[in-house]
């Protein structure tokens, strides 16, 4: 009996789970396949290792693969889904505002992103910087252990393009996501939601934008999923 073949969904946090948790079961409701979200608690793609973004997402992969006893041929494809950050933003528009109450705060009105001191400000442009590379690799990259590889983004955080605002607090993240769900409870309902605002994008329309448009490239995991079909 052939073993079912797995979707890897790597993700940054439990939110970004939740969020597409429920698409993603409609979704594989009737294919030859199943999915797994992998949370690495964190952003793999920021911190001062030279590691390569490649060999982070292989590392991601590998421990995946051992605590789930997944072997490779097991793996069918890979979608890791990031929040862009900041990435593309000018460092112009990086302010010091001292009355903040957090390290940094996205001002999407007046585009601006206020950091508490220059210290922090000087930190996050070049966390930022290096994030952008990062991304730039892996979104040339097709391949992982010679598994398809996938690059779906967020713009700024995930609640920037569902809710049009970034939120700080769990809870508010956490009702954003919510509210999403009541509005868009169904596959058709996500993608006609992607397509009424015009937020479909690509990391090319993001290098050419000044970092603070909404957009996502998630109707690339659901058509793939969508035109899934295993033998």
């Not at 009424?196 to 690509?202: I, V």
């Amino acid at each position: 009996m052939k073993s079912v073949k797995v979707v890897l969904l790597i993700v940054e946090g439990s939110n970004d789970e939740d969020l597409l948790d429920d698409y993603m079961e409609e979704l594989f409701a009737n294919k030859k396949a199943n999915y797994r979200f992998k949370v690495t608690h964190g952003d793999i793609l920021t911190g001062n290792s030279r590691e390569t973004a490649i060999n982070r997402v292989n590392d991601v992969l590998m421990k995946v693969m051992n605590t789930q006893k997944f072997k490779l041929k097991d793996i069918h494809s890979i979608y890791h889904i990031v929040d862009v950050d900041g990435c593309f933003i000018d460092q112009a528009s990086f302010v010091v505002d001292q009355n903040i109450d957090k390290t940094h705060a996205y001002n999407l009105d007046n585009k601006k992103v206020s950091c508490k001191n220059n210290s922090l400000r000087r930190s996050l442009i070049n966390t930022w910087k290096d994030k952008r590379q990062r991304l730039m690799r892996l979104a040339s990259n097709k391949k992982v252990h010679n598994k398809d590889y996938n690059l779906i983004f967020f713009s700024l955080t995930s609640e920037h393009v569902i809710c049009g605002q970034v939120k700080y607090d769990q809870s508010e993240k956490e009702t954003s996501i919510e509210k999403f769900h009541e509005s868009c409870p169904n596959v058709k309902d996500f993608k006609e939601f992607i397509k009424n605002n015009n937020l479909s994008s690509s990391i090319e329309n993001l290098k050419k934008s000044d970092g603070f448009n909404r957009g996502t490239n998630i109707s690339k995991l659901i058509s793939d999923v969508e035109d899934l079909s295993l033998s």
